[in-house]
Nanobody, 125 residues
Framework: QVHLVESGGGLVQAGGSLRLSCATSGLPFSSYTMGWFRQTPGKAREFVATISWGGGSTYYADSVKGRFTISRDNVRNTVYLQMNSLKPEDTAVYYC??????????????????WGQGTQVTVSS
């Protein structure tokens, strides 16, 4: 059974940093593209970042480029999202997800099969 568990969310002031983690089990982690998405109430889930199976390719939404960094540890079966220079508009529930593809530039949430339960990130102004 596949499990994805996010952690690391919380409340931070604008300009601060957080590091999200997503621990996985039950899937061939090192063969899967991993992605981070976020969602606020009343809005569709949106793409944040993805990383290829080996970590060699990463993609970011324009809104987070230069501030967020996605990485992965294929020994610990964990993907990370380092978030710096946080803004109030980054406030959302953040989800990790997996896609069994070698192409990491997949930004549509509907194409991801497995999801975590989400972790809340709140950035105060």
């Amino acid at each position: 059974q596949v499990h994805l568990v996010e952690s690391g969310g919380g409340l931070v002031q604008a300009g601060g940093s957080l590091r999200l983690s997503c621990a996985t089990s039950g899937l061939p982690f090192s063969s899967y593209t991993m992605g981070w998405f976020r969602q606020t109430p009343g809005k569709a889930r949106e793409f944040v970042a993805t990383i290829s199976w080996g970590g060699g390719s990463t993609y970011y939404a324009d809104s987070v480029k230069g501030r967020f960094t996605i990485s992965r540890d294929n020994v610990r079966n964990t993907v990370y999202l380092q978030m710096n220079s946080l803004k109030p508009e980054d406030t959302a529930v953040y989800y990790c997800a997996t896609h069994p593809s070698l192409d990491a530039n997949i930004r549509s949430p509907s194409l991801y099969r497995y999801w975590g339960q989400g972790t809340q990130v709140t950035v105060s102004s």
